[in-house]
Every structure is written in C-alpha cells, then in structure tokens.
C-alpha cells in the first residue's frame, strides 16, 4: 500500500501548466494509492466556498479540482486537506464537495505504520513576528466571519494585495526568518513522541537529520510545485522498508501509480 503527500501547488488561473500537471499526478501518480494527504496551499488563494457559486476563472478551476479529486474518492483513495497560509478559508462545502476529510492544523497520524506528525510548516516560523502576527489574525473565526460577509469582488481584492504585500515584505526578510525554528520543530516532535516530521510552506526540499530526545530523526519538507516540476512524499509499505522518499518529477511525465 502507499500514501502520498503533496502541498503548495497554489494552483490558481493564472497557473494552467501546474494546474494539468496536479490532474496529470491525479490520474497517473495517486491512483490506487491508500491515502493522499494535501498538506496546504492547494491555491494561491481562496476567498470563501461562495467563489464556487460565481462565475470567475479561479472557480472553474476550482470546480474541475472538485470534479479530479472526487473522481480519485470514488476510485477507493482517501484523500486528506489541510489548511495552508494562502487557503485556510477553505470550507466544508468545498471538502465535502471533494469527498475529503480536513486536519488539524497540526496532525499525528500512522502512515503504512510509520507514526507522523503533519502540518503545513508556517506555524514554526516562529522567527516571522509579523507572519505570526497575520497568521494569529487569520486564524481566528470572528476576523474569518468578518472578511466572508465581504462582497465577493473586495474579498478578491483584498486576497491580491495581500499577496502582494506579502511578496514585499518577504523580499526584505533574511533567509533564516522565512524558515522554521528549528526549537519549535524539536518541541512539537517530543510533544507528540514522534521522530518523523513532514510539512511544506518554506518551498525549500530536503530531508532534515537531528536529534529529538536522543533519537536520531528526520523532517522532510514538501517542495513547491512550478510549471515544470512538482513535489512528492511517498510512504510504501514493503518486505523491508517503510521509509518515506521525497521525490521531484516532470509534471509532463508524473511517477506512474
């Protein structure tokens, strides 16, 4: 059996290469597999489950990743959401709507008996006083009920400055602030008796060896998918291991199932 982990596809209208890569992965890559698990970032951004109702280019898309992931549902693939820094407005219509499942914003689980911790890695960016500020913001559903009673058109609006915004400031930042506390890392992993970690928001692949309450362990960190490559985690069960492997691939020829 196998399970697969992606994120930060920020699939959007504006992202029609990556946008048939992801389907191409879909149909080619998870088919058959036990589980997969989208840990975040699915779009560049979402303003609210109404966007479905509206005609605009980013809910055709959204409409045909509905249609792709309910598709892989019924073929017997359990699919998992998890709420990124750009869609963590996404709603029970569209997960429904998807025949997903959502998690916690942090999640322990056992993948083909390997015991995980999940999340999409912003919260350990805990150097980013002003990240963590918006994100504490954001999160909260007395500021998240305020921006959806917005009209539709200033939600848009108000998605694209923030994304502006946000490549600005991030512009200015050192390298070392825009990556996770490594403190945080070893503190949420002894939290939860854990020595393998998975998550992606920092958009910088690699697996990660260090030490969590004497213990060798391992972070593996999801990459970001472009218009030519995308990003995978794969956890198979076999004879003789069950390790997860982080892979990139051509999204003109996705891994075959």
């Not at 500020?133 to 559903?141: C, D, E, G, V």
Request: a negative charge; one cysteine or more; glycine letters at 6%.
């Amino acid at each position: 059996m196998r399970t697969l982990l992606v994120a930060d596809m920020h699939l959007s209208s504006d992202t029609p290469e990556i946008n048939q890569g992801f389907y191409r992965y879909l149909d080619q890559t998870a088919q058959g597999a036990n589980a997969l698990y989208i840990l975040g970032d699915l779009f560049d951004a979402w303003i609210g489950d109404d966007l479905l109702d509206t005609p605009h280019p980013l809910s055709a898309v959204a409409l045909e990743v509905i249609q792709r992931l309910r598709k892989l549902s019924d073929s017997g693939t359990a699919i998992y959401l998890s709420h990124g820094n750009r869609d963590f407005l996404l709603g029970e219509r569209f997960i429904n709507a998807c025949q997903a499942t959502l998690i916690a914003d942090v999640q322990e689980v056992e993948l083909e008996g390997v015991p995980v911790v999940l999340l999409h890695g912003d919260s350990l960016c805990t150097q980013d006083d002003a990240y963590m500020a918006f994100r504490q913001q954001s999160r909260n559903p007395e500021w998240q009920a305020q921006i959806l009673a917005l009209p539709l058109e200033q939600r848009l609006e108000l998605a694209k400055s923030l994304r502006m915004q946000s490549g600005d400031a991030n512009a200015s930042k050192a390298e070392a602030i825009m990556d996770v506390t490594h403190q945080e890392v070893v503190k949420l992993m002894e939290r939860y008796g854990v020595i393998t970690m998975i998550h992606g928001h920092t958009h910088r692949p690699k697996v990660h060896d260090l030490t969590v309450e004497d213990v060798p362990a391992k972070r593996f960190v999801l990459g970001d998918w472009n218009a030519q490559h995308g990003w995978d985690i794969v956890i198979e069960r076999t004879e003789h291991n069950t390790a997860p492997r982080l892979r990139q691939f051509s999204l003109a020829t996705p891994p075959a199932a």
